[in-house]
């Protein structure tokens, strides 16, 4: 078991890689009274396309389905996982992204029963034909929900603005017509290709001894067979064109107008240390010109054109890209425009080494407050490990940033071929 000390943040992180591949990493808190625990696999929605374990040509699957596997692996043969779960004392839940799967509990007792039902119940998968019936419905009511659901709307339609033939272009439920189509065999051949402990990771936090854990997860793993360690091939093309459509507005039942304006990323397949100051040096961009202290927000909010913070957003993993700027306003065009000539002025006047020195303690002050939270750590330390990024290097990362790292992304992100604008507004206007 290795040891890896960050002094400057006061953690130290346990890590193994155990016989049958599966990555382990434990982070001892010892203020806190709650454990919690996330085994993730690199599956998400995007992997739509891949060539199947044991096979030489590439399937594609229907579109949702790492949600749909996400959602049936709690039905076990004999009981419901959630049920052991809450007999233990845990709160249990479970997300699909776009390029994970993660279960997880958090519990203040029974912490070592726990964790062996996480990982027991993930890695003993029970479908049934009746079973997959039952879940389309309930899956299908659930993508109706969200498609009524204004903010998930814009957020999706902005991104179908962006990629034209992405997977990331797809809701990560499918659609209706997509799950109808998913069987069983379906999610086993998903289950036997991404559900490997070598393309897994397992995280656990909290006040819990790590030599004692450690033993724990070993024993549990190793009075289990699994197949030999092999290689997953995917066959998702990055995507790093201009925009595919530069505009697009629907109508909705909305009592205010959205709008978003996106950035699609150029460069998708940056990985490690490139992309964590890629990532920093765009999030931090972000803050300066629309932050709730910049002037940008301040004089559309004076000018009554806005009436809540705008929100923003950078998003980037292997294959994809994005940034988005968006607000609820009156009048979602004059928004857009703002947006963009807040963009184009400091492309032209650049950002002082004042303020920039300013927003990055800032941003160092809210990553320090974050560590507080162990379902926070828990979550994105999986995403940064699946990018070859370290969690921890965060800080030392942003203190190395400078006005020119800041000005040469502001220069390079945020360009018109790049830009798509996305407006929901009010039906019938």
């Not at 030489?56 to 049920?83: N, R, S």
């Not at 109808?180 to 289950?191: D, G, M, Q, S």
């Not at 656990?204 to 854990?213: C, R, S």
């Not at 927003?359 to 379902?375: C, H, M, P, V, Y």
Request: glycine share 6%; proline share 4%; hydrophobic share 35%.
């Amino acid at each position: 078991m290795k040891k890896m000390i960050y002094a400057q943040l006061g953690e130290v992180l346990y890590h193994e890689k155990l016989e049958n591949g599966l990555t382990v990493y434990i982070l001892p808190k010892y203020g806190f009274r709650e454990v919690f625990a996330t085994l993730t696999t690199n599956f998400g929605s995007i992997d739509n396309v891949f060539t199947p374990r044991g096979m030489k040509e590439p399937i594609k699957v229907p579109d949702g389905i790492a949600h749909f596997l996400e959602h049936k692996m709690f039905e076990g043969e004999d009981q419901d996982a959630f049920y052991t779960f809450g007999k233990q004392g845990a709160s249990a839940n479970a997300f699909t992204s776009f390029t994970r799967t993660g279960y997880l509990f958090s519990s203040m007792e029974q912490v070592e029963k726990n964790i062996e039902t996480l990982l027991d119940f993930v890695q003993d998968p029970y479908f049934t034909d009746q079973s997959m019936e039952k879940e389309k419905g309930i899956i299908a009511q659930e993508i109706m929900m969200y498609a009524d659901d204004p903010d998930w709307r814009a957020y999706f339609g902005v991104i179908e603005n962006m990629f034209e033939s992405h997977p990331v272009r797809i809701d990560v439920g499918g659609t209706i017509e997509s799950i109808t189509a998913i069987t069983k065999e379906n999610l086993y051949t998903c289950y036997e290709t991404f559900y490997h402990p070598s393309n897994m990771s397992l995280f656990i936090i909290g006040a819990i001894d790590p030599g004692k854990i450690m033993e724990m997860v070993r024993k549990n793993q190793s009075a289990k067979k699994f197949p030999a360690e092999d290689g997953i091939i995917r066959h998702v093309m990055p995507e790093g064109t201009p925009v595919h459509i530069e505009k697009r507005t629907v109508s909705m039942n909305v009592s205010m107008p959205k709008c978003i304006v996106g950035y699609k990323e150029k460069d998708p397949t940056r990985q490690g240390n490139d992309l964590l100051k890629h990532q920093l040096s765009i999030q931090v961009v972000l803050d300066l010109m629309f932050s709730s202290g910049s002037k940008a927000y301040n004089g559309l909010y004076e000018s009554g054109n806005i009436h809540s913070p705008l929100s923003y957003q950078y998003t980037a993993e292997w294959g994809f890209g994005f940034s988005m700027i968006s607000g609820d306003s009156q009048d979602p065009d004059y928004l857009a425009d703002k947006i963009t000539e807040t963009i184009t002025t400091y492309q032209e006047i650049g950002f002082s080494n004042e303020e920039v020195d300013r927003a990055i303690k800032r941003k160092i002050g809210a990553f320090l407050s974050s560590l507080n939270s162990l379902d926070f750590i828990a979550k994105e330390f999986t995403r940064y490990q699946f990018n070859g990024m370290n969690f921890f290097d965060i800080v030392p990362a942003l203190e190395r940033l400078t006005a020119n790292d800041l000005l040469e992304v502001l220069m390079d992100h945020f360009t018109p071929e790049y830009r798509t604008i996305f407006v929901i507004r009010k039906e019938g206007s």
